[in-house]
């Protein structure tokens, strides 16, 4: 699914009038009906009093037509029109005289004075002040009203967008007057600043509706920007061959752990062969071949002539993938190995954790890497990779660029995890939860990568599945366990349940 931005909002409106072809008004009533249903269903009938504080613009008509529907439904909204301008979009004046006209309606507009209603805590407030269309902070007036908003105690749902948030860069916004909504029916397709962290204070949990936005439409328009689809995966997903054998379900390579860190190892380890690896190479310090081959009798050893760490490459020439870098460490020997398997380019190669620190450190060798590998950094090993980000959005646009620049996938762990391809698109993952911020989650998921590639899967492919794969065992993992009690493995534990669930019939 595409993710548009603000600007794409508008023209995906104005086609899917022309060539619906349908009414602006009658496409707002549409909108509108779909957000009314949602707020009988969840909210109306659990609140003593309902207030939509609605602007001048769009989502300003959007919330008079809710507040309309509501009190047809026979829950009474009391509406607030800020029309400090005498300026209405034609649709929010429309929407205003069919509200005036609604038996048992009450509609304030507010034109000069501040007029604001006393907020208790069983109130319900929609927030329909402004959408995607804002372009600056707010400011004065419209300030001061999201400010009383956030403080009072009543439950708040924003419609669109959480009055103040813009819709990609909020990099220099001031945050101080955004509404901090309980909740955010978003109309039609995801806002890009749904996916950053440090804005989920203010989008609160996040429903998306269908309001019958033109298909042809979305085709139409170019977006870099995109969230997987469950159907998409699945359709990446291959079968099992009935006549595979080890020999032609890829032989992986994994290089991980130092004497102290070897769990990183052993779950990577476990996790590739989970995610149906035919055969599977470790290489690790000679001193941990026991702990190895008693955790993970299935993997093959490749012990390296240091007792406690690696400090040299073996031929990597027979192997499809390379993992490297779970528990690895940065010690100097360990890092000329690392540079000596770069420079064999013997295949893909996924490098996490301390891969990645090592990268960092020695910048000369990222141009180095074979093409189409895959990097799977969290925010901090990124900002080591890329430099300080103070955002989330400036931390996509840095990894994106990093990704083209080099000709790499850049997997960036969070939430909503990013895939970053060369061609510059980013995809963003909807699977995986809280539950997974837990030591050795990220070692699964390079495990699950390398086994992939490995079978033969394209580097995107590999990407897209395994970060899908890898949120979504965890997801089934917290249904049974829940996530305060959610270990790194039970996500390897949960992925038999999780290939069962994608697979279709």
Known sequence: MKILTGGQFHELDLYTIEHEPIASIDLMERASHAIAEVLLQRYAPFHSRIIVFAGPGGNGGDGLAVARLLTEAGHPAEAFLFNVTSHLNPDCETNRDRLLATEGAHLTEVTSELIFPELRPGDLVIDALFGTGLSKPLGGGFAMVTKRINQSQATVVSIDVPSGLMCEDNTYNDTSSLIRAHATLSLGMPKLAFFFAENQRFVGDITFLDIGLSKEGID??????????????????????????????????????????????????????????????????????????????????????????????????????????????????????????????????????????????????????????????????????????????????????????????????????????????????????????????????????????????????????????????????????????????????????????????
């Open 220 to 505: 139409g328009i170019k977006s870099h920007l995109w969230i997987t689809e469950e159907a998409e995966v699945q359709n990446l997903l291959r079968r099992r061959p009935r006549f595979a054998h080890k020999g032609t379900m890829g032989h992986a390579l994994l290089v991980a752990g130092h004497r102290g860190m070897m769990g990183a190892a052993i779950l990577g380890a476990r996790a590739a062969l989970r995610t149906g690896l035919g055969k599977l190479s470790v290489h690790l310090p000679h001193s941990t071949v026991d702990l190895l081959q008693a955790t993970v009798p299935e993997a093959i050893v490749q012990m390296d002539v240091d007792a406690d760490i690696i400090t040299s490459a073996i031929d990597a020439t027979n192997f499809k993938a390379i993992g490297i870098g779970p528990g690895l460490g940065t010690d100097r020997y360990t890092a000329s190995a690392l540079h000596s398997y770069l420079r064999q380019q013997a295949c893909p190669m996924v490098l996490d954790a301390d891969a990645l620190n090592i990268l960092a450190e020695t910048p000369d060798w990222l141009r180095e890497m074979p093409a189409d590998s895959i990097l799977t950094p969290h925010p901090a090993e990124l900002d080591r990779l890329v430099g300080h980000c103070a955002t989330s959005f400036e931390r996509m646009n840095r990894a994106r660029n990093f990704a083209i620049n080099f000709g790499i996938f850049m997997v960036v762990k969070g939430h909503y995890t990013q895939i970053c391809t060369p061609t510059g698109d980013v995809l963003f993952n909807p699977t995986g939860n809280a539950g997974m911020a837990t030591a050795g989650s990220g070692d699964v998921l390079t495990g699950i990568i390398t086994s992939l590639l490995a079978q033969g899967y394209l580097p995107a492919e590999a990407a897209q599945v395994g970060v899908y794969l890898h949120g979504l065992a965890g997801d089934l993992a917290a249904e049974d366990l829940g996530e305060e009690s959610l270990i790194a493995s039970d996500i390897i534990n949960y992925l038999p349940k999780a290939f069962k669930r994608l697979k279709k019939p």
